[in-house]
């Protein structure tokens, strides 16, 4: 004989048994009290290992548990951290660190020169999508147990900074071989990684490191870090006050946000626009002209595409270097007004009055619709434009292959002039797929390498203006980048980077 | 009953082995640049290439698949090429929140269709309608806008519950409890409005049984008869579309576990497909696959015992 209600019991029964067995993070609420602080990221950890780590998104991750060798201030300025102090020899190839002797890892292991040389050598050689950052790095090596030597195959203009990022982080030696390297960090950083409380991809739990060197950069007891993977889940855990501080993901819910009561605190990181790349003319010989190319830049109307890509929330530019940077002229953007009628003109002096026919990559990623935008503007001139629909991570591929003589992309504005140049514009930049080889141009990357300061400061503004005028991109806009933060919490946006550095997001006052 | 048991579990390994081999070709044939995938705009060539290379994807798809499948055998399922977890462990530490999730939703959804099925079938008239109404309603309006409406509503607005998280029942039940009403309640409303019609039908047909007029005629309460003997009867069918609605809710808990941010297999089958993470897609391909062998022999060892007459000797 069946029983209904005791089947319903031992349904029910199991259920319990099954989901009380194993453990599962909580998206608890935050709370504010200066205890625990929780943030909201758009970006679970990919790895762990100081050796494969991430940054931008990923940097809260890795400052909770690691040190890095020097410390970037909110502007970009360069400070101590473990390395005290820091000198080059005269042509620049030689740094040497002075480091910290009071510094143990958390699992009592000292922090000494040894540890930073094994540590810098590890980065250059894994698989960080930062490794290049030392590229130039020939050799580490420790004098003795606080100086640690670099040796560079040339000069790196911006290798300190890279010192304050992922390429800095320290981990310990000990760690380096165990099977748990990618997801147990073992650092000397402000905070443990509670591995009981972590839900890997989802919510990671971050404890105070009691014996930690700088207790001025502990700011709560717990540190939360909750992933979300969309804006709409983003949004609910905001407005329902699960968060302290969160980067946000769609500026259309901006006003939503401010309404609960939140403090957004805009940041541009990035420049939206074309890549026009084909500059010798392989796959599309008409882009080969400057002509053209400065006809691609007169074709739009920036404000629109402000409007259409990012909700009017950002500032239209012309050029790609940041505000920030010495090198960035305000006047270069008033280059390209828009202006149809003479982008048509440029084309017929350049040889196609009938315009020319161009195929480019397209992706859902960057709003299906804003393409139509894009084709529309530039039928408008006179080119016909043909998209190839293709995966967003293909689309990065064909980018960085050469695969679209122009392509619409958003890139980072990084925070040296020298980091830019070789993220997009030299000859052997990820961002210059065609490997455009112009003397000018390496000419003037040339001095921002090995030139004194004053001699980089001009070669930056040379290389901004002549890129602007040869038409080697067709820059939109910056598009604004919000963070938010409640009530109860302070913080200030760290230039170059998309996330505040974590010790600068505090309690109140 | 043990020879049906055995054949339906090794047809079950089989067609796991099935749906994970052309799972695993498929999504290595389209797989593109794997390292550039995982490392993003920022990485250069020269590292992309020794992630391809590490990862061992430059080398040809049948070797890499019966790689695969030698650790698989011995429960190896690799490591994730996004979160560097290894893929056991990402799932399992999951299974458990979706299946919270997903069994409360099938509880919940089987009594409540039940007792309004029930209801329909032997009020008819207004009543049938309303259930009727409610089932359309129910089916039509899809599980996420019910979830966006349901957090805005008792979340945002009310504030009866979070919008997001999950709360582990070891650490608190009812904070457990509070974390998993709205998901269940969101992916109930699909799945009750399916079993209703199914539970209405079956007891409206069981009613006009010869021997439920026997039973009748022998005295018998109306309460009795529905509850004891006619839901029995009604009990096969109902049951079988439960089964489909229980694999269909594991679906479901994709969009909803989304939503509130709930860190269960949906959440990282939306992140794992998204980003082509092929040792974690294939994991879930195969526990997933063999929930639902499971769940279908169960349901049909469950229909024997209910119902004799479909007793498999």
């Known amino acids: 004989m069946f029983h209904w209600k005791k089947a319903v019991v031992i349904l029910t029964a199991a259920a319990l048994a099954l989901t009380g067995c194993t453990a599962a993070g909580s998206a608890d609420s935050a709370d504010s009290s200066g205890g625990t602080l929780t943030l909201g990221l758009i970006t679970p950890v990919s790895s762990f290992s100081a050796q494969g780590a991430n940054w931008a998104n990923q940097s809260p991750y890795m400052q909770a548990v690691y040190d890095s060798l020097l410390k970037a201030d909110a502007d970009g300025t360069i400070e101590p951290n473990l390395a005290t102090e820091w000198s080059y020899n005269d042509d620049n190839t030689v740094l040497t660190l002075t480091l910290r002797d009071?510094?143990?890892?958390?699992?009592?292991?000292?922090?000494?020169?040894?540890?930073?040389?094994?540590?810098?050598?590890?980065?250059?050689?894994?698989?960080?999508?930062?490794?290049?950052?030392?590229?130039?790095?020939?050799?580490?090596?420790?004098?003795?147990?606080?100086?640690?030597?670099?040796?560079?195959?040339?000069?790196?203009?911006?290798?300190?900074?890279y010192l304050t990022q992922n390429a800095g982080l320290q981990e310990s030696p000990a760690a380096f071989s165990s099977a748990d390297v990618e997801t147990v960090p073992v650092g000397s950083g402000p905070y443990t990684l509670n591995v009981g409380e972590t839900v890997a991809g989802n919510s990671y739990v971050f404890d105070k490191n009691p014996d930690y060197w700088n207790p001025d950069d502990q700011h709560y007891d717990k540190v939360v870090m909750n992933y979300y993977a969309d804006s709409t889940s983003l949004l609910n855990a905001i407005q329902g006050g699960q968060v302290n501080a969160s980067t946000t993901i769609d500026n259309t819910t901006l006003d939503q946000i401010s309404a609960a009561g939140y403090t957004l605190s805009p940041i541009e990181n990035n420049w939206w626009g074309l890549i026009i790349g084909d500059r010798d003319g392989t796959l599309s010989p008409p882009i080969a002209d400057p002509k053209v190319r400065q006809a691609l830049n007169y074709a739009f109307d920036r404000n629109a595409m402000l409007q259409a890509f990012a909700d009017g929330n950002g500032t239209v530019t012309e050029q790609i270097f940041p505000t920030t940077s010495p090198s960035y002229d305000e006047s270069l953007n008033e280059t390209y007004d828009y202006d149809p009628a003479k982008a048509k003109e440029l084309l017929a002096e350049a040889g196609y009055p009938d315009g020319f026919d161009l195929t480019m990559p397209s992706s859902a990623g960057f709003g299906a619709s804003n393409f139509a935008l894009i084709q529309q503007q530039l039928a408008d001139v006179g080119i016909r434009v043909t998209f190839e629909d293709l995966q967003v991570n293909d689309y990065i591929t064909a980018l960085v292959s050469g695969k679209y003589p122009v392509a619409l992309m958003a890139l980072q504005l990084d925070p040296t002039d020298w980091q830019l140049a070789q993220f997009s514009i030299d000859k052997s930049a990820t961002f210059n797929g065609f490997h455009t080889d112009d003397p000018t141009v390496q000419g003037y990357i040339t001095q921002l390498q090995t030139g004194t300061q004053e001699e980089a400061e001009t070669a930056g503004k040379e290389l901004n203006k002549y890129i602007v005028e040869q038409g080697w991109f067709a820059p939109w806009f910056r598009p604004e980048l919000n963070f938010v933060s409640d009530a109860n919490t302070d913080l200030t946006v760290q230039v170059g980077n998309s996330y505040p550095y974590l010790w600068n997001i505090t309690p109140k006052g | 009953m043990l020879r049906f048991t055995v054949r339906r579990l090794v047809s079950g390994v089989i067609l796991l082995f099935v749906i994970s081999s052309v799972a695993f070709l498929l999504l290595n044939l389209g797989a593109g640049d794997v390292g550039r995938r995982i490392l993003g705009p920022a990485a250069t060539a020269d590292t992309v290439a020794l992630k391809n290379e590490q990862l061992g994807v430059s080398e040809p798809v049948i070797g890499r698949y019966f790689d695969w499948l030698g650790h698989a055998l011995t429960g190896d399922f690799g490591t994730s090429w996004f979160t560097s977890q290894s893929v056991e462990q990402a799932i399992f530490s999951r299974l458990a929140v979706t299946l919270s999730i997903v069994i409360g939703a099938t509880v919940v959804s089987g009594v409540i269709a039940t007792v309004l099925g029930v209801w329909a079938a032997r009020r008819r008239g207004w009543a049938d309608k309303l259930v009727q109404v409610i089932a359309v309603l129910g089916f039509a309006i899809p599980g996420f806008l019910i979830a966006i409406f349901l957090v805005n509503v008792f979340a945002l607005n009310l504030h009866w519950f979070k919008p997001t998280g999950y709360v582990q029942m070891s650490a608190s039940f009812t904070g457990w409890l509070s974390s998993v009403t709205l998901p269940i309640a969101a992916l109930s409303i699909g799945a009750i409005a399916a079993i209703v019609q199914q539970v209405r039908g079956s007891v409206i047909d069981a009613q006009r049984q010869d021997w439920v007029r026997t039973l009748r005629s022998r005295g018998l309460s109306e309460n009795r008869i529905v509850y004891k003997h006619v839901l029995r009867n009604a009990g096969g069918p109902a049951l079988a579309v439960l089964a489909v609605q229980f694999i269909g809710l594991v679906g479901g808990a994709v969009i909803v576990e989304q939503i509130f941010a709930i860190p269960g297999l949906g959440q990282i089958s939306v992140s794992a497909t998204a980003q082509g993470d092929v040792p974690l897609v294939m994991g879930l391909v195969v526990v997933v696959g063999a929930l639902v062998v499971i769940v279908n022999l169960l349901i049909d060892l469950i229909q024997g015992f209910l119902n004799p007459k479909v007793r498999v000797s």
């Open chain 1, 102 to 161: 009071d510094v143990k890892f958390t699992d009592g292991t000292p922090f000494n020169a040894d540890a930073a040389a094994q540590n810098l050598i590890r980065f250059r050689d894994g698989t960080s999508p930062n490794a290049s950052f030392l590229v130039n790095l020939a050799d580490a090596k420790a004098i003795d147990d606080t100086h640690v030597e670099l040796t560079l195959s040339a000069p790196d203009p911006a290798m300190l900074t």
